[in-house]
């Protein structure tokens, strides 16, 4: 399975280094972070580090429906010429969905992507609304607009997190996906939470539910099962559960709002600005990320390192994109520990990980180590739910 970065604010040498190092495969590229007239000269210099790496770009056509307003922060998305303000009652009309698809075409056909990610709208609620059957309809003609340069075509499913709290809806959504005539190569899968900024210091525990996690493992499984190939956004230390139900690539990024995806990072805080989160090592042990004064843990539970080349990287002063750059090699490896020819050994290989991560959280407090304990306790259950709610909805 392979990991990309997910492309954003201040990306500096980030990618170039992750692609140089071979700790990412490929790059999301976002148009909000990337003016039209520096992304064919951005996608060639990555081609260039790695020949073979997956460089595709993300239009963000779902931040159309707040362009314009007062609030909105959409960057260099009103540099490129497709994103305007297309209503939800004429998105109703096929002809205006396909006229919304051709703009997006017209934009990007000419850059030297790997293949093209074809735009879609945000579904904020539910699988059986009128959004959905508005994504249904550009899934649906995603792959005739888009096959005309010869590149694979991904199709967007980008839905909010509470729609997936209600299975037999989304089981309906992806019937009505796999019956179609026309067939995108695969799926650009986005899960949305709450508001979250790049200044964000939040665990991804603060965001997970068992269902939901379930919910994203049972999308990408049907949808492998059916032959798509699904490149998962935004998803973090939640890949190596996305790997074991088929993804065939997922991505993260460097700042909280790269990590968890949000509708909210197109909208402008009234807060201010404050200080940026601290950096962070993602512990494969814990499944989550601890501050670098939280590394002398290892003296204890010496498998909180990770044993992997970026740890000596947290000796002295540490970087940016060193972080970056731990965080891709710890999720890439926490990948390939879970591979196996059975889904059954993977679940049961996650279910393992939990387990060992739970028990160095007991270890740490029997040491009178309680910060967060509680917190990151209720978070692990809820990764263990998850599989047993992806096992359910899978019939495994």
């Known amino acids: 399975m392979k990991v990309f970065a997910q ?79 297309f209503r939800r009652r004429d998105l109703v009309r096929s002809q205006t969905v396909e006229r919304a698809l051709r703009t997006v075409f017209d934009s990007v056909a000419h850059l030297p992507v790997t293949a093209h990610i074809a735009p879609n709208i945000y579904i904020s609620q539910s699988f059986d609304s009128m959004e959905a059957g508005i994504a249904l309809n550009f899934i649906e003609r995603s792959n005739d607009t888009f096959a005309e340069t010869g590149l694979p075509v991904y199709a967007t499913i ?15 959504f992806l019937n009505d996906i796999t019956a179609m005539e026309s067939r995108p190569t695969g799926f650009y899968l986005i899960v949305g939470g709450g508001p979250i900024t790049e200044r964000s210091d939040i665990a991804q525990s603060e965001l997970m539910d068992a269902n939901v996690l379930g919910g994203w493992m049972m999308l990408n499984y049907a949808l492998r099962e059916n032959g798509f190939r699904v490149i998962n956004g935004y998803s973090d230390v939640l890949s190596p559960f996305l790997t074991v139900a088929g993804a065939a ?76 750059l731990q965080t891709w090699e710890a999720i890439s490896s926490l990948n390939n520990d879970v591979q196996s020819s059975s889904i059954s050994d993977a679940l049961s290989t996650l279910d393992n990980m939990v387990t060992q991560s739970e028990a160095a959280y007991s270890t740490l407090n029997s040491y009178g180590i309680s910060a967060g304990h509680e917190t990151s306790l209720e978070y692990l259950e809820q990764l263990r739910g998850g599989v047993e709610v992806f096992r359910k909805l899978a019939e495994i």
């Open 7 to 85: 492309h954003g604010h201040q990306p500096s040498d980030k990618i170039t280094g992750g692609l140089t190092e071979g700790v990412i495969q490929g790059a999301i590229l976002s148009a909000r972070y990337l003016p039209p007239d520096r992304a064919i000269e951005k996608i060639n210099e990555l081609t260039a580090i790695q020949p073979g790496a997956e460089i595709v770009l993300d239009s963000e056509f779902y931040a159309s429906r707040l362009f314009g307003t007062p609030n909105a922060q959409i960057g260099s998305l009103e540099k490129w010429s497709f994103l305007g303000n």
């Open 158 to 172: 980008a839905v909010d997190c509470k729609a997936l709290l209600s299975p037999n809806d989304f089981l309906s």
């Open 249 to 324: 690539a997922c991505a993260t990024g460097w700042w909280s709002n790269l990590r968890t995806f949000s509708m909210g990072r197109y909208v402008r805080s009234n807060a201010a600005g404050g200080q940026l989160p601290i950096i962070r090592y993602l512990s494969k042990l814990l499944l989550n990320r601890i501050k670098r004064d939280q590394l002398t843990f290892s003296e204890i539970i010496p498998g909180i390192l990770n044993g992997l080349p970026h740890d000596m990287d947290y000796d002295g002063e540490t970087s940016r994109t060193t972080e970056a």
